[in-house]
């Protein structure tokens, strides 16, 4: 049986193992319509401020929910318009998995709902909806 890493949940604030969280059973990561997906992906990139008015986020890479203050790296997204020199990084990056898959709850899409971020990973990154055990 392989090792799965834990994951700092917001709601308790301790680490929990994900096979706790979803207590063995397979999550349903098909009950979300595709272009509600889509939509919900314009939401993961050039997002500082909604990040940082959120109280916990969420990553549909490895499906972790956490607090923002974690988050300790930004990172530049390409913008047709490109950018000032002096701007500031507007990505979060994960601090669990480094990736940039964050959605902050300010944004009002259903990051404390695991299957949710287990239906963007599927679509996103075309593994199953279900938890990183790297």
């Excluded at 595709?34 to 990553?59: I, W």
């Excluded at 790296?73 to 000032?84: E, I, N």
């Amino acid at each position: 049986m392989r090792r799965v890493k834990p994951r700092l949940t917001s709601q308790t604030g301790r680490a929990v193992h994900a096979a706790q969280i979803c207590s063995g059973k397979a999550l349903m990561a098909n009950i979300f319509d595709d272009s509600f997906l889509t939509e919900a992906h314009k939401v993961c990139k050039h997002h500082r401020g909604q990040v940082e008015n959120s109280k916990q986020c969420g990553c549909f890479h490895c499906v972790a929910v956490f607090a923002p203050s974690l988050i300790k790296r930004w990172v530049f997204k390409t913008k047709k318009s490109g950018r000032a020199a002096d701007a500031t990084p507007d990505t979060a990056l994960c601090p669990m998995c480094d990736i940039d898959a964050v959605i902050g709850d300010a944004s009002d899409l259903p990051i404390d709902d695991l299957d949710f971020l287990a239906a963007m990973k599927k679509k996103w990154f075309g593994t199953p909806g279900r938890f990183n055990a790297s």
